[in-house]
């Protein structure tokens, strides 16, 4: 395949500024969603304070024409830095190759790496029998492969297939976890100021428990997933986004002495944005998260809210 020399770069950088009610809970409320990575693991212990977060991010684009159509290849940089919390700082980095073809199907590839994310302290039971606080901390990676297939002018189906790993520090290797993850999306233009996206996904996580036969706590999970995102243009220049996501997640541990066996969690989570278009480079976004989430196990569920002002700016 070859290119022409109409290939165009473009660089999007974006500020936003959060507050939540639990630092815990932050990355897996905001990452939960069908663009990115709604299975991220939660913490044990959440409910330790809340904190303002700083989030830079900037994406390098290229898009070119090639004999079967265009190809589109771009990295994203982000990260979120907590203002008290400094622990849970962290980078979320992505890959993407896209090829659209002459007849609107497109293909595309991601690989999405997010290194040393801070889960808070969690007990571990040594082998003698006693139990310490330790740190834990998750590396994720995953490659997800997306086929979009227009079926009218306005109404395009996507497949999507996962496959990635959830790497833990010592001694939480036992918790490593190999997943897959399918699905499909839909996407409607109702007409030209709104727009609905509806997913579901289904997902099965594997964790290596033999590596710490002592312990009983096996992480392996089968996940449904549910999302629907609704776009409308409410004046000139000011667009709402409302999403409504759902999630469960059943652990599959057999082990009779594990907590995990027979639990499962529920998350229910809604989001409102605000798009305010200043010109047609630079984009003010003003936005509230509020989730609520409940394990079997546990009496109450846990709430969190987020609520976030940003700035999104294309040259």
Known sequence: MSSNAEAEWSIEVNNSAYYTDDVTLFSVTRRLSLKDDPSQPTVDRPGQGGDFVYEPGATLEWQGENTLGKLLMAMDASGYIFADHTDFSHGLYEFRLAQTFTNKAKISLHYNFVP????????????????SEVDEKLTNHYWSLRLDQPL??????????????????????????????LGPH???????????????????GTAAHQRAAHFPDDVSYINHYASAEFKIRLLDKLT??????????????????????????????????????????????LGWQHGSRKLTTEQQSIKNNNVWLGLEYVF
């Not at 571990?124 to 139990?131: C, D, I, L, M, T």
């Not at 009218?152 to 297939?161: A, I, K, Q, S």
């Not at 839909?186 to 099965?204: A, F």
């Open 116 to 131: 040393d994310l801070f889960l808070g302290k969690n007990a571990f039971r040594q082998v003698n029998g006693e139990e």
């Open 240 to 285: 709402g986004i409302f999403i409504f996501d759902y999630e469960t997640n059943g652990f599959t541990s057999r082990r009779i002495d594990d907590e995990h066996l027979g639990a499962s969690e529920n998350v229910y989570q809604g989001e409102i944005e605000l798009l305010y278009e200043l010109d047609g480079s630079a984009t003010v976004k």
């Open 186 to 204: 839909l996407e409607w233009v109702i007409n030209p100021d709104m727009e609905l996206l509806i997913g579901y996904h289904y997902e099965q």
């Open 152 to 181: 009218t002018n306005n109404l395009t189906v996507r497949l999507l297939g996962r496959y990635g790993l959830r790497n833990y520090n010592e001694p939480f290797q036992h918790r490593d976890t190999q997943f897959w993850t």
